[in-house]
């Protein structure tokens, strides 16, 4: 399990969207990539997709449980899917397919799968925006390229890359999950073992330690570890 991935997952995931991951853009359409064996290899792979509809909320009693602003769209009208990746090294710039405009066919495929355009005519017109802007808003449906990493590349944030920083994941989860049943008074905090080892270890992190600046540094070690 890659620990940065799982974060990026569940930081999703708590924002209320539907998720796949590892979605690998197979290559059948380049002879150059199958080998001899007839093993079909792939133009690159998303590590999340996902998708946030309109009227999402969770309400548990009187908590409306919030999401964060520097992820979920304003206009809350919109269907929004967005294609994340996820970066844990120092290397923080778009996968190749979202720089070389030749791999245009590639963001096509992914465009596609999302199942929401009626033809290909829409699916280029949305794959060359996003491809050139990293979003592509049609009717009431947005498409997004996101980057989850450590740092900016304030190369491509310029160009319209958002960024999402693993500080501002940690900062979501310290300071609002982690806070929100305390902050109504209704408990300290909610039953989840079922979500497994890694997130509630996250959790555990970020409540006993959200009053101070301890938990980022905590949460980046484990991280690492």
């Not at 359409?29 to 064996?37: A, E, L, M, R, Y």
């Not at 304003?74 to 967005?82: A, E, F, H, L």
């Not at 009717?139 to 740092?151: G, Q, T």
């Not at 160009?159 to 806070?179: P, S, T, W």
């Amino acid at each position: 399990m890659d620990k940065h991935e799982e974060l990026a997952k569940w930081y999703l995931r708590l924002n209320g969207y539907f998720l796949v991951d590892n979605f690998i853009v197979h290559a059948g359409d380049d002879t150059t990539k199958i080998n001899d064996s007839g093993l079909v290899s792939q133009h690159t792979e998303c590590d999340l997709l996902g998708v946030r509809f309109p009227y999402q909320r969770e309400t548990s009693g009187k908590l409306n449980i919030s999401n964060d602003s520097k992820l979920i769209l304003s206009q809350k009208d919109t269907i929004d899917c967005v294609i994340v990746e996820v970066k844990s090294g120092n290397r923080n710039q778009p996968n190749s397919v979202w720089i070389d405009k030749d791999k245009l066919h590639a963001i096509e495929y992914v465009v596609r799968f999302f199942g929401l355009l009626p033809n290909e005519d829409l699916i280029k017109q949305v794959s060359l925006e996003l491809s050139d802007s990293y979003l592509s808003k049609i009717n009431n449906i947005a498409f997004r390229y996101i980057v989850i990493s450590y740092e900016r590349n304030r190369h491509y944030s310029d160009k319209g890359v958002n960024y999402i920083l693993f500080e501002d994941i940690i900062k979501f989860i310290k300071e609002v999950r982690a806070k929100c049943w305390l902050n109504e008074n209704i408990g300290v905090h909610s039953y989840k073992r079922q979500w497994g080892e890694f997130i509630n270890k996250i959790f555990d992190l970020a409540g006993s330690n959200y009053g101070s600046e301890k938990a980022n540094d905590l949460i980046k070690k484990y991280l690492k570890e």
